[in-house]
């Protein structure tokens, strides 16, 4: 968790909030944050995503779509195992490992549910795509 706080700290330094990408509809490619140095929180927690991953430190993204006490929308935060395997929540370039955002006075939000995004590979799910001819077959 140590190696973790480091490398945001890191990052904190130069990947900067800007709110003016809120309603854009889809994530902000990789190569593109790298550019402009900034996003909204769920930018800031595909890049704390992207940089302790790339490290070796496994994060995970976890996001509530709706607040339960507000009109406010999608929020996303990371979290990282601690040596007990404990869930850990901070949020890349914002919030160092620890600061429960979650359940913070400070902003007087109700979270109506948390998602934890997941992936893993599913045989026998589509196609491969080097497999071309099965799928136009």
């Known amino acids: 968790m140590e190696a973790c ?10 990947f900067k909030p800007k709110w003016f990408f809120e309603k854009y509809p889809t994530s902000i490619k ?9 996003g909204e929180c769920r930018d800031m927690t595909n ?5 302790m991953r790339s490290i070796g430190i496994p994060v995970a993204k976890i996001y509530s779509p ?3 006490n ?12 601690d040596k007990n395997g ?3 929540i901070f949020q890349g370039a914002i919030e160092q490992p620890g600061y429960d955002n979650l359940n ?8 109506a549910k948390i998602f934890q995004q997941t992936y893993r590979r599913k045989d026998n799910n ?12």
């Open 70 to 81: 507000r009109r406010s929308g999608l929020h996303s935060w990371n979290i990282v195992l």
């Open 66 to 68: 709706q607040d339960g």
């Open 126 to 137: 589509l196609p491969s795509f080097e497999d071309y001819q099965n799928i136009i077959s």
């Open 30 to 38: 990789f190569s593109d944050l790298m550019k402009i140095k900034g």
């Open 86 to 88: 404990e869930k850990v």
């Open 104 to 111: 913070s006075t400070e902003i007087n939000t109700k979270r």
């Open 47 to 51: 890049m704390g995503l992207l940089v």
């Open 5 to 14: 706080s480091i490398a945001n700290r890191e990052l904190k330094m130069w």
